[in-house]
């Protein structure tokens, strides 16, 4: 384990909104150094907090234990072509997996936006999904298998269709508890997927989503897709949240790709964004050429009477261009003034498909309360939106400007019956408002879980299960009480997080 003062400091932060230096960092090139670090976090209770690239928002991937960090061993890659099967070691990204199942006509289907540095490890923790989970769904559905170390130091490999496994079951009881107790949204990723456990019978749906608590993983079995032949698109501009929210269930039906939602809030920093109240871009995968932009067809004549701005595409060259705006979102908002910061505070909530247009207006009408602007984006077709929260950091009530809309938007979306977090998972920041959304009663079948699988709680404690001291705006990366680091790593931490250059290795920070 590396105890260097320079190292601790380039891992305690990822790209969410804290700063945490952890007491150790460790780099495993193999299963057989993960097994020897968690006997020896059993010996010592040390923390562990596996890691991969750290581009996960909430804080699951920071702590004040040993840094795991995953990304630089456990690099094989293998694609089975007949079987529709990609072995991915935790550290290869998204990218790496699409790249190699190309040659064959495959691919991994759903897409995080940060799939050029998203790691398979790291997709598996959150349950990560992106723009294509309308239609293909998020992570959890091409997970074939994994292989974990257990927090007992157990290597095994859990395989979809093996069944629940030894270590949890539930009763009757626990099942009626959490068919009424899980919320009614498409997406989900805010705790253990009990739901999806109960639906399949298999272990492996405890697993993924779990944000390194229950094991590590150090490699993925992923189930590939065909390529579609063609694809085309178009960009649907609407004068107000009504007529956008409407329409959304149409073009659903239109069984879609993506169905993106850019507010005005986020488009107000796009010099080349159409003056509209929100922007879709649609998205249609098809067979032929024909069918792409028939569908394309249908959606721009049935809604021609509600849009105030249409583009379309008719090819992949054209869907690309088409497509730029949304890409150059996050670029635009890491050129903010030094004053002004982008903190992802309440960022991933997701609401059931008919409350939409009511939670837009929800967020916009409390970050107006509250005096601080948000930039407004997401999936529209999943109802699952991105908020940016931008405070003047030079404000002396920002801190407290920005708990008060966290507690906010936390009440918007418990009272609308959604989730807080659709794809990125719960981390630290949404630990401790899971009973909010669940109830008393889920979240001890979620202390079970924990205690089923990691009696100790050596790994990354404080993350679905909250600690007691749980605050969601402490130890923030920001601020005149950050944690102390040196100046030059706090810079170049700046830097990744400006330029998403989250594939850096962070011995590179530090050096």
């Known amino acids: 384990m590396i105890t260097d003062a320079r190292i601790r400091a380039a891992y305690a932060e990822g790209a969410g909104i804290y700063r945490i230096v952890p007491a150790a960092v460790a780099i495993p090139s193999d299963v057989s ?4 670090l968690i006997q020896h976090a059993q010996r010592s209770r040390t923390a562990l907090i596996p890691r991969g690239a750290g581009s996960g928002m909430p804080g699951g991937n920071v702590g004040s234990g040993v840094i795991v960090d995953m990304s630089a061993g456990f690099s094989e890659l293998t694609v089975d072509p007949h079987a529709k099967i ?11 997996v699409n790249d190699a199942a190309r040659a064959y006509g495959l691919r991994l289907p759903t897409d995080p936006s940060s799939g050029a540095f998203a790691t398979s490890g790291g997709m598996v923790a959150t ?3 992106g723009p294509r989970t309308v239609r293909y769904g998020s992570v959890r559905k091409w997970v074939e298998a994994l292989e974990i170390v257990g927090a007992d130091g157990e290597v095994r490999t859990v395989r979809r269709g093996e069944g629940r496994g030894e270590r949890f079951d539930l009763s009757a009881n626990d099942r009626r508890l959490i068919f009424d107790g899980f919320p009614k ?10 739901d999806k456990f109960t639906e399949s019978g298999d272990e492996i749906d405890l697993l993924v989503g779990s944000e390194g608590t229950l094991a590590i993983v150090s490699a993925v079995h992923w189930r590939l897709d065909a390529i579609p032949p063609d694809t ?17 269930p149409y073009l659903v039906s239109l069984n879609p790709s993506a169905v993106e939602l850019l507010d005005d809030t986020l488009l107000r920093f796009l010099p080349d964004a159409p003056h509209v109240a929100c922007l879709l871009l649609v998205e249609f995968e098809r067979d032929s050429a024909a069918a792409a932009r028939g569908a394309v067809g249908d959606a721009v004549r049935k809604l021609k009477h509600v849009v105030t701005h249409v583009g379309t595409a008719i090819d992949r060259a054209g869907l690309e261009q088409l497509w730029s705006i949304r890409r150059l979102a996050s670029p635009a908002l890491a050129r903010l003034p030094l004053t002004q910061r982008s903190l992802q505070v309440i960022e991933d909530g997701c609401v059931p498909p008919a409350q939409l ?3 837009v207006r929800g967020l916009r009408e409390a970050a107006a309360e509250r005096g601080v602007p948000v930039a407004i984006f997401g999936h529209a077709g999943d109802a699952h939106v991105h908020v940016n929260a931008l405070p003047d950091v030079t404000h002396p009530d920002w801190r407290n400007d920005v708990r008060a809309l966290f507690n906010d938007v936390t009440d918007l979306v418990a009272r609308l019956g959604g989730v807080p977090s659709g794809e990125h998972g719960v981390g630290r920041l949404r630990a ?22 990691d009696p100790l709680s050596i790994l990354n404690p404080g993350v679905i299960i909250p600690a007691t001291d749980w605050s969601p705006v402490a130890a923030l990366k920001v601020g005149d009480d950050a944690a102390a680091i040196p100046e030059d790593i706090a810079t170049r931490l700046r830097e990744v997080e400006r330029s998403a250059a989250w594939a850096t290795p962070k011995l590179e920070l530090a050096h």
Request: hydrophobic content about 50%; cysteine-free.
């Open 33 to 36: 150094d993960v097994v020897a």
């Open 357 to 359: 247009a009511q939670y």
């Open 185 to 194: 949204t498409r997406k989900n990723s805010s705790g253990y997927a009990l």
């Open 127 to 129: 349950s990560a999904a």
């Open 232 to 248: 085309a698109g178009a960009a649907l501009g609407f004068a107000d949240l009504e007529a956008m929210a409407e329409v959304v």
């Open 432 to 453: 401790g408002v899971l009973e909010r959304f669940y109830g008393n009663g889920v979240m001890t079948l979620f202390r079970d879980v924990k205690q089923a699988y």
């Open 86 to 96: 990609a072995r991915a070691g935790a550290s290869v990204t998204w990218t790496e």
